[in-house]
């Protein structure tokens, strides 16, 4: 990217977020017969839900994190996390960046068994953002058209409705973090192959279904990483009254744990089950029959994004509820 890409991001931002701003008050003085200050969003959270997605984009087109395509959505799934609640935002970052540094760790070895390897393959596509951001995304929407934008406690008692989006939301980011992270690291630090998750035989490096003992370790830490990256963020966007009345926070960096392990195993029953794995000529995981192709593993139904998409899902939706009956209240 060109050195003056930057600039004009920036040049950009300031009058793009004064417009959305300036639609925001009339649309709420139009729309609204109690027209409340309160509601319109402040011009500063418009202008840093502009700038904070560019630089985020800027960055990782400069780091080959994604490729034009992937910025492009990742703006748009940006710029709705970040107007919504800082935390969101937060998971988003930490996500992302470590994600994109797992996916090219120990790159040289990763190339012995991935038929479909190539360089920059950490170069995410608009279909990857979709299917890893898209369930966070549009539950960020929701919690926006349904409680406003703003940073909330977790609180089941007095807050519902956001605190079950708030959790929702961190649990589809550290699903994704904890899969990436089992896929792409475990794959690598293991001394010995992996399992399969549905036979619990030893299968191929590679396979769909595959799990290991280093796998699952890094899929809870990628998802403690992610819980633990919007606790920090909401306790410095948080007022201070809020948080000495609400119950404690931490359990979040937790649920994100369990959300990450979840979520990675999850992903590793559907992949063994409906996506195909075959071993080539070569002795390269394949994901498609052919000539020289021995089958290993699953059905050929989904493909790797279509399972990380329903995986995202059902994480998102299923650890709120844990959350719920099991947060510790004051």
């Given amino acids: ?42 011009p500063v959270r418009w202008l840093f839900s502009t700038m904070a997605p560019l630089a985020l984009m800027t960055v990782a087109l400069k780091r080959r994190s994604v490729n034009r395509s992937g910025a492009a959505l990742g703006i748009l799934v940006a710029f709705v996390l970040s107007i919504a609640s800082h935390p969101f935002f937060a998971s988003l970052v930490v996500f992302f960046f470590s994600s994109s540094r797992a996916t090219k760790f120990r790159a040289h070895m990763k190339r012995r068994f991935e038929s479909d390897f190539r360089e920059g393959e950490g170069q995410r596509n608009w279909v990857q953002v979709l299917c890893n951001g898209g369930m966070a995304a549009q539950l960020a929407l929701l919690y926006l058209l349904d409680c406003g934008c703003g940073e909330r406690t977790v609180d089941f008692a007095r807050e519902y409705r956001s605190s079950w989006l708030g959790v929702a939301v961190m649990s589809a980011f550290a ?27 030893r299968v191929p490096r590679g396979t769909n279904g595959g799990v290991s003992l280093a796998g699952i370790v890094v899929s809870l830490l990628g998802g403690l990483l992610v819980g633990f990256g919007y606790f920090v963020t909401l306790r410095y966007t948080v007022e201070a009254k809020m948080l000495l009345v609400s119950p404690p926070q931490w359990p979040i960096i937790l649920f994100g744990g369990i959300a990450g392990l979840f979520g990675s195993l999850l ?41 990380n998409l329903i995986s995202s899902i059902v994480t998102g939706v299923t650890i709120p509820v844990l959350a719920q009956k099991y947060w510790p209240v004051r």
């Fill in 1 to 42: 990217m060109r050195d003056w890409m930057p600039v004009l991001f920036c040049g950009l931002s300031v009058p793009l977020s004064l417009f959305m701003w300036l639609g925001n008050v009339a649309v709420s003085r139009l729309w609204s017969s109690d027209f409340e200050e309160s509601r319109v969003i402040p």
């Fill in 267 to 307: 992903d590793s029953v559907l992949g063994g089950l409906l996506q195909y794995s075959g071993i080539n000529e070569d002795g390269k995981i394949v994901d498609a029959p052919g000539k020289g192709v021995r089958h290993v593993s699953g059905l050929r139904i989904l493909d790797n994004h279509s399972v």
């Fill in 175 to 201: 699903c994704c973090n904890g899969d990436t992270w089992s896929s792409e690291l475990g794959s690598v630090l293991s001394r010995r192959d992996p399992v399969s998750i549905l036979t619990w035989r």
